[in-house]
């Protein structure tokens, strides 16, 4: 009699979405599990990934962290700190440019990228993507607590934390609605989205978006100027001593673009991409 571990239909779901689109279609932590899976052969390598990911911010950064670094991740020891430790000198030996797919410079990229990565999943899952000064990607997570509603972890104030922690500037969040929902944002959502606002900018952080997908549409509360009008209300209440202006708000929430209905289906994205349209960094 054959036996198969109980992980190995979750990894052949994996590499499935990664033989049909590519690196972009995993999130952070996914990349990082299918390399664990390649080391640790019998058990649950997500935990792992997951919280390697947490604490280096990045796949690039947990790639390029040293033996002892790695090493103080529970669950990862010699062998597999040495293995991750090659990956990444070997990329590194291949390629001097950045190794980071989810590095953008317009949110319609990102919003793509978040596109290919909830495919497949028939629960409701939401990503935060973090970003420094450069618009380079200084750390990431996700929350499949998000399909409950009202509870959520890791709370607004951790991801916030955890940004602010990796010297992030702007935030990005994305969440999927499953096939056959509506692809607008529930009370639950826009709840959501004004408290993210809130904590974010209490902490000098700002939004860059918040997306939502349903196949074959997305979302976008930036570019249907839900965003903007959701920053002006937190500003008001925020107070005098805080130190937002309307011009601030207008230059960083709200859509200037000749693009505002708020939705985009697959193909409008590309082509969007491909002309380079409405890049955050100018």
């Not at 629960?123 to 959520?152: K, P």
């Not at 010297?167 to 969040?173: E, R």
């Not at 994305?174 to 709840?191: C, E, F, T």
């Not at 207008?250 to 673009?257: V, Y």
């Amino acid at each position: 009699m054959k036996i198969q571990h109980e992980h190995v239909g979750h990894r052949q779901r994996l590499r499935d979405r990664y033989e049909k689109g590519g690196i972009t279609a995993l999130f952070d932590y996914e990349i990082l599990e299918m390399l664990l899976a390649q080391i640790i052969l019998y058990a649950d390598t997500q935990p792992t990934a997951k919280r390697l990911l947490k604490k280096f911010g990045t796949v690039r950064h947990v790639l390029t962290a040293s033996l002892e670094e790695l090493e103080s991740v529970d669950g990862v020891g010699k062998r597999t700190a040495s293995i991750l430790n090659f990956f990444g000198q070997t990329f590194d030996y291949i390629r001097s440019d950045r190794i980071d797919a989810h590095s953008s410079y317009s949110r319609v990229e990102i919003a793509n990228a978040c596109y290919e990565a909830f495919k497949g999943k028939n629960y409701e899952c939401m990503v935060f993507l973090c970003y420094d000064r450069n618009m380079e990607l200084c750390h990431s997570g996700e929350s499949t607590e998000y399909r409950r509603g009202y509870t959520f972890s890791p709370t607004i104030e951790e991801i916030i934390a955890e940004a602010k922690a990796h010297h992030a500037k702007y935030i990005y969040f994305a969440h999927n609605h499953p096939k056959g929902s509506i692809v607008q944002p529930s009370n639950v959502d826009l709840k959501f989205i004004e408290k993210s606002v809130r904590v974010a900018m209490e902490n000098g952080i700002i939004v860059l978006d918040h997306t939502i997908t349903c196949e074959p549409d997305t979302y976008s509360v930036y570019y249907a100027n839900t965003l903007g009008n959701v920053a002006l209300k937190v500003m008001a209440e925020l107070g005098g001593d805080n130190p937002y202006n309307d011009n601030f708000v207008k230059e960083n929430f709200f859509n200037d673009s000749n693009w505002d209905s708020g939705y985009f289906n697959k193909t409008e994205m590309e082509r969007l991409i491909m002309n380079k349209f409405d890049p955050i960094l100018t």
